[in-house]
């Protein structure tokens, strides 16, 4: 018998009625001999109610005191599924953040966990109760309630299967699995038996929204097994895991096509090639809180060169704002902006040992006459920003050309 | 500069709007140099919400994750109310039950106060912050979340003034203090300045519903000073307080009428008048859970008796069941039962001391052609049991005679 962490999110637990479908799914592992540690959010809609209200006081609410309100949100869920288990003869205990206890630090609305006590859960798992616990919450260590920020009940879940070293973490959510590439976009993606870690990493970060960032590096890091499965539909989901699990099969060199449609392109024209002159550029886009994604400089032929990066297209209004004055000290001709961009990226941790992945990619893209406008790459990816009209066609392209295509069964 | 607890009810925190208001009140009082500590309810409507949640889940939800639930609600208050204080530029700091502690016992939905820490409070108020505590709420021993039960925030607020010494207990609503009787019923009603505890409970307890039972009990036992004012009028309100304040007034005699229409007369005819009938008719009723008011049994003239008592409207068909095995068993005549009945009681700690209380009310009603059924009385209380056709009637007069009418101005 397995000690299963699950987690549920908003959209699982967004009625009285799915509530009570979770109850039956949790008592149906029960009932295999499991001991289950569950943990939910907020019933869907229910924070962004909350946090409406604060809205209507305050324009930026007090951070502890949106921390106090926000809570209410999970702790109404795990009131509710105790009852429907208890409904259904299974004794259960629910835990708030502050019950566990789940310490972090105290930065308000975006804590980090610290330590949890795993010692009530323990006696409550012992006593063949199951364990209950809200997402997205902790405690300091002077009794202040704190969050964990957006997407902080998978953090949860993964932090109390280290600290309760659980067989898996499993992630319920409105997906069956992590997919080679987003099926709306190519028909041919399937889903995954397996991802390590890594992956997942660079899935996610490309835009592949199904787990949160933070919650994979944490499994990564304690080493946590996490199985990502569809909360309303049977089926085993993926496994995201270390990369030793591959061990025992034929690893393929790409695991999946990933793409992002939220960038722009700025590029600084005719910068004087002086040594510093980089960091003269970003250091003021940084400071104006201005995320940048991918960085590219050209070799300078005339003694001036190009550097082109992208930034979210929200802020590239704001970049050309901080950019007008870096150029003139800088004495750089001018500053383009195109926002008619999307990155796609083949991600693997097969091309590590694999060579000649790279020249596949970019054959596959120009034999569809997909012009590259900047290429950047990692350990287990790679990716290139192409015109926006391309991307469909790309990502179709690459998931072919990599042998990703479901097998016609 | 004085320490004050105020408490605002559901209705007074109902809406967004309505906790700027009270904000706005609470601001002023700490505007004029004095120390505040705040308790609040959940805003109208929300209890129920998540009350009639659980019900879809339970016909009786399990208590202890009933109190997980509830408990929300005001958690949810205590934070906004923060941040309108913020907003106004005062510093605030909001403690759920938990974080107080408010230490119960463990009796889930009906738990009672043990114990209340009032470090973190006094250190607040020390820093000049105004403290926001949830009302209805506390913890036991083991860190589990329980309730006082509906009302419980009047007691919240009455125990935190006690535990703090606090110069006076405001519990703001919507009456603007407590009347020598209902306005509705008898338009010459005036709002009293002062009331003493034992009688505040005689008239509560009869049907002048302005606070709960247990708040006035416990402001009484611990001597804390009672004010209830109106959320959004301002004025003095009524100070509930001890006896002796009463020292530097001429005091009335009664101080005010209180009336009931909720209750039904209940009779069993024909009881042999034997030692231990009414022990026999009456056990089996407290064994149905069915509460009994007022009781009268006439002196028996032919061996045997008629025994009358008053029950809620709610329970008659099933008094009267119970009193079918009953009657048999006593070998009593029948059961009648009447709900077309009224209690109405004069209250006043005057009528100690003075003779003729009694006489002067029968006779006022007598004045009307009032019939007088059943007659009970206590040491600060005569309650009569009239035809409910004559209630409005006998209230104005009985007002009028012993004083109590406005000295119109």
Redesign the interface.
Known sequence: MSLFVQKYGGTSVGT?ER??SVAEKVAGFREQGHDMVVVVSAMSGETNR?IG??N???ET??P???D??V??GE??T???L???L??RGWDA??Y?G??VKILTDNAHTKARIQDIDVSNMRDDLDAGRVVVVAGFQGVDEN???TTLGRGGSDTTGVALAAALKADECQIYTDVDGVYTTDPRVCEGARRLEKITFEEMLEMASQGSKVLQIRAVEFAGKYNVPLRVLHSFQDGPGTLITLDEDFSDMEQPVVSGIAFNRDEAKVTVVGVPDTPGVAARILAPIGAANIEIDVIVQNVSADGTTDMTFTVHRNDVAKAREVLGKVCADVKAREVITDDKIAKVSIVGVGMRSHAGVASKMFDALAEDNINIQMITTSEIKIAVIIDERYLELAVRSLHKAFGLDAIES
Do not use: F, H, W
């Open positions: 009285v509530i009570e909350l209200m604060a209507q006081i305050q609410p007090d502890r005191e949106m106090v309100l809570s209410t702790q109404v795990i009131a509710l105790c009852m429907a208890k409904k205990r629910s708030t502050t019950q009794g202040n309630i």
